[in-house]
Structures are given as structure tokens and as C-alpha cells.
């Protein structure tokens, strides 16, 4: 492994290289050790292809726009909205209302005189338009990178149409592109707009027994239908996905849960604390990718309650769905044991999905986020000793109180006290590194030309990461999968999801189709040119 990381590094220029093997790591942690340090969460170094998206995908694509009933205006030129609309595949369920937005692309369509005069005025106008159009309960304003860049002040614009319709949410997000280093920043400022603006408004209870907020869920290719009919079967009543299928009213009744179950913490675990710190809502980390993973976090969300009709009722259903997962396992393992993966994604599905992997048998040979942070990788207790660096310090952290009238501790300091005695362990999640082998290639903020060499190397049977990587990872003849939109597959969550991955896996590694395929260039070598300098 140490020569593989020689080689990815050997081309690069000095500085460009002492950077890069700060980021990646051969592997050294193992489960009771403390992983060595690695370097995350920084600006990519100018020049190179990286895999990350922006701030604003983050904030509008990511966090906001998986729901439905906030009607989401993009300040700014046409693109930007265009490339966030619909490309995540974040599905919904409008239910009887029918109220969905999500298949419009609201923009305010920015022109170069906008940009000279200033782009506010447009922007009114398209918030009263929609509001005419559409009556919605919310609308949200995402501002660009030409927006922060001329000053126009969406937040003014915001409270001034506020308060002129009256019946309407409209707030706004300074996510400009360019912000943070990445998409992550992005999910910062949209969470902290949606817990100012929106959670704690709606003051009726909702009905049900073992109320919990499902935080950090997406919807992706379906995901969170199968994890909402799990936790159904089982009692459990999920008063509000952050954000996978939501609706405007779940944001607000959030603050009536008893417990945060959190999903992908990366994108949101600011989100539990404050909702602990100002409604006593406890959080544990739990995660829905891979059956056994599932069965795992529904027991502990279980023993979170502690009562016997809800244990009971959660091994009946663990008893039921598990062993039709366990029958497909046992068939695709006779030809998926000892095949190599490769994992490459935003944040937490990096980590995620290598347990979908380890059921099948499978090795991941190398993995890492586009965007993580360090306690993505080496676990929620280095957070203290986290640098805050300018580009952090950028995104603005809020200060949340009690609230003097919601707060209610769900559990007594005895209770939370047992619980930890028992080895329950709350606000707490491991990094990616403790999970994988000894040895394996740990990568951040991987790029398209380390991409293709790691490939090239190791040859993996299956490379998992995303729509820009997906053709050049083909064209080298392994068979890709894309773990954002799961290609036109999922869900992959839950036990059926589990199902469906276990045989989706199966036909891409059995099939060597894509070994057989040459590109166009290596059958026709007068395709390729050499540049010659004169
Ligand atoms: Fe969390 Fe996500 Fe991910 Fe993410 Fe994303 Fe995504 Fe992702 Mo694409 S919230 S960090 S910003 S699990 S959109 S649903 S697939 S990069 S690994
Ligand atoms: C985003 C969204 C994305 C992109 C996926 C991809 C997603 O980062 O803006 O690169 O294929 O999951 O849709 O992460």
C-alpha cells in the first residue's frame, strides 16, 4: 500500500504533493485504536478535478430540496438552477394534497444588467409570482455566487415579503458557491435557517407512540419509504425526516420527538445537538444502510424507550424480515466473496455502505468523502480538537438556549446515566477508519486523475462513486455504480433495500462485459495524437 501511495503522489509537483499525502493514509486503525490524523475539510488545491460540489448544492440541492411543499427560488443565472433540478433523485410522497414543487425549477434567471444594477428587485418579483402562482407555505431564496459577490441583501428581500403576504414563510440562504470548501458548508447554513426559521412552530403534538425525528435521511432512490415502513411495522412513530419526503409541517412540529435518530451526521449532527439544547431532545447515531446495520439501530432506538411492548414488537420484526435478507445474502455470497470495491462519496456513505459490502463478502480496497471531516474518519472525539480555520469560521454557528417554555428532559439524569452504564452510548458516532482493514487506502477529497490511477493499480471489482466519475471509471473497464443517485436503482436501505443491493451488486461484479469493451481510441490508435513542442 505505501507504493501506491508513491505512485498516485509521483506526478504531482513538490508542493502539490506534500499536500496530498497529508490526505491520504494507508490504513493503520484498528477498532480499539485511535486513527492517526488526516487531513480534511480544506480548500482543493487550485487546478486539480476534484469530486466536490459547492456550497449552494449543499444548501439548495442537498438539505432543502428534498421537500416538497417549500417552494424553493434560486437567486441567480439559469444554471445553477437547472443543475439542482431534479438530479438527486430525493423522492417524495405528496400524498392527498398533491402539493410538490419539487418538479419546477423556480430562478430568478439573472442577467448581466442584474448583476451591474443590482439583482433585489427581480427578486422580489419573482417571490410575489410564485406566491400568486402558488400560495405555498414557505419560500426559500438561495443566493449564488454572483448574488454574495454584488451584495444584493436576500434576507431584506426576504423579510419585507414576509411580511407583506402574511400567510407565508419566506427566509433566505447566503449559500453562495464559493463560501466553504465544499458542499458541507452548505448543509451548515440551510440547517441553521431551517431550526431559526421553521422548527418549533407548530405547537399541537402529533399523535403516535415512540416519537422520533429520522435526522440526516434523504430519500434517495427511495431509501427513506423503506426505513419509514420499518419503523412503522415496528411502533415507531417518525414525526420528522430531515429532510427525505418532508413536508413544511414536520420541520415545524420536530421539537414534539423524544428522541434524534441520526442518519448521515455528517450533513446535520449540529442539527441533534440543538435540538437537545433547547428542547432536551437526546440523539443517537443509527444508520439504515445494511441489514444487519438496521436490525442494529432499531434495537437501539428500542432500548432508548425500554419498554417491553416495543423491544418485543422490534425482534418480532427483525425476526420476520431478516432471514429472507439473509437467504439472498447466502446466494450472492458464492459469487461475490473475495471480490474488491472501491468507495468514493460525499460523506457518510463512504463508511455507510461498506458494511452493505463486508455482508456480501466483499473488501473495500480503498474509500473516502468528497467533503468529510475529520471525525468523519477518525470519530466524533477529535471534534475538540478541530482547527477553525477561515473558511469555517465563514459559516456562521448559532447559539441555542433552553427554551423556557418547550424544554422538557426526556429522560432523568439516572435514566441517561443506566443507559451509559449498559454501554448505550448517546451523541456519539465512529469514523470510517476504525472499520476498515489494516492496510486498505484511505483517500481525501479523491480527484479524477487519482481516481483512474488507484483503478489502474488495484483493479477493484466494482468502483462506487459518482455521475463525473462514472464513464471515465467505465471506459477503464470496471463496472461502476453510483452511490449519490444509485443510478436508476434503490432503495438500498432497510431489509429490502439490502435485498436489492445484494443483487444489483451481484450482476454488476458477475458480469464482464465491461472488460470486453474497448474505447474508441485503443481500437483505433490514429484517434490518439502526440503534442509536440516546437
Ligand atoms: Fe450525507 Fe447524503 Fe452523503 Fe451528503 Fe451528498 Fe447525497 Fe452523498 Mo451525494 S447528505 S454526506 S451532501 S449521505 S448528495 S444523500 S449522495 S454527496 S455521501
Ligand atoms: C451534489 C449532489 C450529489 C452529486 C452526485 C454526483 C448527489 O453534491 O450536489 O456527483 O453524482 O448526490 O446528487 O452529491
Same mark, same amino acid.
Given at each position: 500500500p505505501a507504493d501506491i501511495k508513491e505512485e498516485l503522489l509521483k506526478k504531482y509537483p513538490p508542493k502539490v504533493a506534500r499536500k496530498r499525502a497529508t490526505q491520504i493514509m494507508i490504513n493503520e486503525a484498528q477498532e480499539s485504536e485511535t486513527p492517526s490524523e488526516i487531513v480534511a475539510n480544506v480548500r482543493t488545491i487550485p487546478g486539480i478535478i476534484t469530486m466536490r460540489g459547492c456550497t449552494y448544492a449543499g444548501c439548495k440541492g442537498v438539505i432543502m430540496g428534498p421537500t416538497r411543499d417549500i417552494l424553493n427560488i434560486t437567486h441567480g443565472p439559469i444554471g445553477c438552477g437547472f443543475y439542482s433540478w431534479l438530479t438527486r433523485r430525493n423522492q417524495t410522497d405528496a400524498g392527498e394534497t398533491g402539493e410538490n414543487y419539487m418538479p419546477y425549477c423556480f430562478s430568478t434567471d439573472m442577467q448581466d444588467q442584474d448583476i451591474i444594477f443590482g439583482g433585489e428587485k427581480k427578486l422580489a418579483a419573482a417571490i410575489e409570482e410564485a406566491y400568486d402562482l402558488f400560495h405555498p407555505k414557505g419560500i426559500c431564496v438561495f443566493a449564488t455566487c454572483p448574488v454574495g459577490l454584488i451584495g444584493d441583501d436576500i434576507h431584506a428581500v426576504a423579510r419585507k415579503m414576509k411580511a407583506k403576504f402574511g400567510d407565508c414563510n419566506v427566509f433566505a440562504f447566503s449559500c453562495e458557491g464559493y463560501k466553504g470548501v465544499s458542499q458541507s458548508a452548505g448543509h451548515h447554513i440551510a440547517n441553521n435557517q431551517v431550526f431559526t426559521h421553521l422548527v418549533g412552530e407548530n405547537q399541537t403534538p402529533p399523535a403516535g407512540e415512540y416519537k422520533i425525528n429520522l435526522l440526516g435521511e434523504y430519500n434517495i432512490g427511495g431509501d427513506g419509504f423503506e426505513i419509514d415502513r420499518v419503523l412503522k411495522k415496528c411502533g415507531i412513530t417518525n414525526i420528522a425526516t430531515f429532510s427525505g419526503n418532508s413536508s413544511y409541517e414536520q420541520f415545524a412540529s420536530a421539537q414534539h420527538a423524544d428522541l434524534s435518530a441520526v442518519m448521515c451526521h455528517r450533513s446535520i449532527n449540529y442539527v441533534a445537538d440543538m435540538l437537545e439544547t433547547k428542547y432536551g431532545i437526546p440523539w443517537i447515531k443509527v444508520n439504515f444502510i445494511g441489514a444487519g446495520a438496521t436490525a442494529k439501530s432499531l434495537r437501539k432506538i428500542g432500548q432508548y424507550f425500554g419498554d417491553k411492548a416495543l423491544v418485543d414488537r422490534i425482534e418480532a420484526v427483525i425476526a420476520e424480515e431478516l432471514p429472507v435478507v439473509e437467504a439472498v445474502a447466502a446466494d450472492v455470497k458464492t459469487r461475490t466473496t473475495g471480490k474488491t470495491a472501491m468507495l468514493f462519496v460525499g460523506g457518510s456513505r463512504a463508511h455507510h455502505y461498506n458494511e452493505l459490502f463486508q455482508e456480501m463478502g466483499m473488501k473495500t480496497l480503498s474509500a473516502g468523502y468528497e467533503?468529510?471531516?475529520?471525525?468523519?474518519?477518525? =470519530?466524533?472525539?477529535?471534534?475538540?480538537?478541530?482547527?477553525?480555520?477561515?473558511?469555517?469560521?465563514?459559516?456562521?454557528?448559532?447559539?441555542?438556549?433552553?427554551?423556557?417554555?418547550?424544554?422538557? #428532559?426526556?429522560?432523568?439524569?439516572?435514566?441517561?446515566?443506566?443507559?451509559?452504564? #449498559?454501554?448505550?452510548?448517546?451523541?456519539?458516532?465512529?469514523?470510517?477508519?476504525?472499520?476498515?482493514?489494516? =492496510?486498505?487506502? &484511505? &483517500?481525501?477529497?479523491?480527484?479524477?486523475?487519482?481516481?483512474?490511477?488507484?483503478?489502474?493499480?488495484?483493479?477493484?471489482?466494482?468502483?462506487?462513486?459518482?455521475?463525473?466519475?462514472?464513464?471515465?471509471?467505465?471506459?477503464?473497464?470496471?463496472?461502476?455504480?453510483?452511490?449519490?443517485?444509485?443510478?436508476?436503482?434503490?432503495?438500498?436501505? =432497510?431489509?429490502?433495500? #439490502?435485498?436489492?443491493?445484494?443483487?444489483?451488486?451481484?450482476?454488476?461484479?458477475?458480469?464482464?462485459?465491461?472488460?470486453?469493451?474497448? #474505447?474508441?481510441?485503443?481500437?483505433?490508435?490514429?484517434?490518439?495524437?502526440?503534442?509536440?513542442?516546437?
Open positions: 467533503f468529510g471531516h475529520r471525525d468523519d474518519y477518525e =470519530g466524533r472525539e477529535v471534534i475538540p480538537s478541530l482547527t477553525v480555520d477561515a473558511d469555517s469560521r465563514n459559516i456562521e454557528e448559532i447559539e441555542v438556549e433552553a427554551d423556557e417554555k418547550l424544554y422538557r #428532559a426526556r429522560k432523568t439524569p439516572e435514566e441517561i446515566k443506566a443507559l451509559e452504564d #449498559a454501554g448505550y452510548k448517546f451523541k456519539h458516532y465512529d469514523g470510517l477508519n476504525r472499520d476498515m482493514d489494516k =492496510g486498505s487506502i &484511505i &483517500i481525501d477529497d479523491l480527484n479524477q486523475y487519482e481516481a483512474e490511477k488507484l483503478v489502474e493499480l488495484l483493479k477493484p471489482d466494482i468502483f462506487c462513486a459518482g455521475i463525473k466519475e462514472k464513464f471515465s471509471i467505465q471506459k477503464l473497464g470496471v463496472p461502476m455504480k453510483q452511490l449519490h443517485s444509485y443510478d436508476s436503482g434503490g432503495p438500498y436501505a =432497510g431489509f429490502k433495500g #439490502a435485498v436489492n443491493f445484494y443483487k444489483e451488486i451481484d450482476r454488476l461484479v458477475s458480469s464482464k462485459v465491461w472488460s470486453y469493451m474497448k #474505447a474508441p481510441w485503443q481500437q483505433n490508435p490514429e484517434l490518439t495524437a502526440t503534442f509536440v513542442w516546437e
